[in-house]
């Protein structure tokens, strides 16, 4: 079952779904795909209406602790209450970080009620960051999703 995060001007999204359960080095993991697409990088002006894709990222083997997926389920139900900013790191700590934080940055014009999403997938030689605002229906619908993707068995 895919799962989705869209901004909330429409304009960008983060999916993904769960390929499987599994455990590495004894820990349940769940193992996902995820893509970002935006148009972050608009290169016309002539019409503004015009949505063109300009980004699609894609990574088709993030490993993310089952633990960690759970508190970030938590953590996405607890800001539908209190708007509470969070960060979580789900991934195994290994080699790679896999980073989801939802808050409102300095640096955009975000506040409590429409936070800034960010994914931060890294490595030792590499680092992809995507930032967009959400607002609580994007991340009602990403946490339904999500929720959904693992109620399926695998």
């Known amino acids: 079952m895919t799962f989705r995060l869209p901004s909330n001007a429409g304009y960008n ?3 993904g779904d769960v390929r499987k359960a599994m455990s590495l080095d004894g820990e349940p ?3 996902m795909r995820l893509r970002s697409t935006g148009t972050h990088f ?3 002006t002539h019409d503004f209406n015009e949505v063109v894709e300009d980004f699609d990222l894609r990574l088709p083997q993030v490993v993310v602790l089952r633990t960690h997926f759970d508190a970030l389920l938590r953590a996405l139900r607890q800001w539908q209450v209190t708007q509470e900013a969070f960060s979580l790191d789900l991934d195994t700590g290994l080699d790679v970080t896999c980073t989801v934080e939802v808050r409102a940055r300095s640096d955009a014009a975000s506040d409590r009620w429409k936070p800034d999403f960010t994914l931060v ?3 030792a030689k590499a680092r992809i960051e995507v930032t967009f605002g ?3 229906s994007c991340l009602l619908e990403w946490t339904e ?3 959904q993707s693992v ?3 695998h």
Request: glycine content about 10%.
């Open 134 to 136: 959400v607002d609580a």
């Open 121 to 123: 997938y890294a490595g």
């Open 42 to 44: 608009r290169r016309d």
């Open 145 to 147: 999703g999500l929720e």
């Open 13 to 15: 999204t983060l999916e």
């Open 151 to 153: 109620a399926v068995p």
């Open 29 to 31: 993991c769940l193992l």
